[in-house]
């Protein structure tokens, strides 16, 4: 099992930033794949920016080129660094790991993030 642990996350006017953090704890050795999703009120989960381990990320083209995602293995953490924030950024932002075994994920609890106009 693998437990996340999201951080980070708040109210901040649109154009600004803030710095989501994820630590892993548990049989971190099985994870391949940490990122994070987002679900807005009404909206389905969507990915907003992955990486594997090899360092391959997947990033929504959406927030691609204002959000940053990386990660320390020493740490077990992944980051996602979000810039020039907008409105329709608006979410509750989930942590993901994936395992090197068929099915295995699991998810934080969620952080909220708020981005004002």
């Known amino acids: 099992q693998v437990q996340l642990r999201e951080s980070g996350g708040g109210l901040v006017q649109a154009g600004g930033s803030l710095r989501l953090s994820c630590a892993a704890s548990?049989?971190?050795?099985?994870?391949?794949?940490m990122g994070w999703y987002r679900q807005a009120p009404g909206n389905r989960r969507e990915l907003v920016a992955v990486m594997n381990n090899n360092g391959r990320t997947n990033i929504a083209s959406s927030v691609e080129g204002r959000f940053t995602i990386s990660r320390d293995n020493g740490k077990n953490t992944v980051y996602l660094q979000m810039n020039s924030l907008k409105p329709e950024d608006t979410a509750v932002y989930y942590c993901?790991?994936?395992?090197?075994?068929?099915?295995?994920?699991?998810w934080g609890q969620g952080t909220q993030v708020t981005v004002s106009s």
């Open positions: 993901n790991a994936v395992g090197d075994e068929i099915g295995s994920t699991w």
């Open positions: 548990g049989s971190i050795s099985s994870i391949d794949v």
